[in-house]
């Protein structure tokens, strides 16, 4: 590959989803391979990305559903730039306590649904097991 030429494009997003509003910094590397064709690289903290265009995904809520705004149109609208996020505050640590399960509650739904479908199955694989013994005894 030649040398090429290197600019900085930012490109503002909003989350279709969550509605967050973001503006990402890229580098775009402009150079041209042995053949003459001008290939263009993205570059995001030195490493190479894919266009903003494909594949952006919310910082917010990690939805792909993305679009972005002309370069230069959050400068235009700063009413639309989210309000930088405060740092969380250290609390103190709270520990929770594990419950003891009250012995005369309820049992958990998937072990109530066990016992109403399994009951039946066992007892009419049973009977099926006992009329085929019957059956097999006085065939003999």
Known sequence: MHDGYDTRETWPFECLSC???WQEEYVVRHVTDDYGNEITLWQRSGVTVQPPSSDTCCPGCGAYHVTSFPTGYLSRHPELVPAPVPEPVAEAR???????????????????????????????????????????????
Do not use: C, K, M, Q
């Not at 003891?100 to 199955?121: E, I």
């Open 94 to 140: 709270v520990v929770p306590v594990v419950a003891r399960r009250d012995p005369t509650a309820r049992a958990p739904l998937p072990a109530r649904l066990l016992l109403a479908v399994g009951v039946p199955v066992a007892l009419f694989v049973a009977y099926e097991l006992y009329e085929n013994a019957i059956r097999v005894a006085h065939s003999h």
């Open 19 to 21: 509605l967050h509003v």
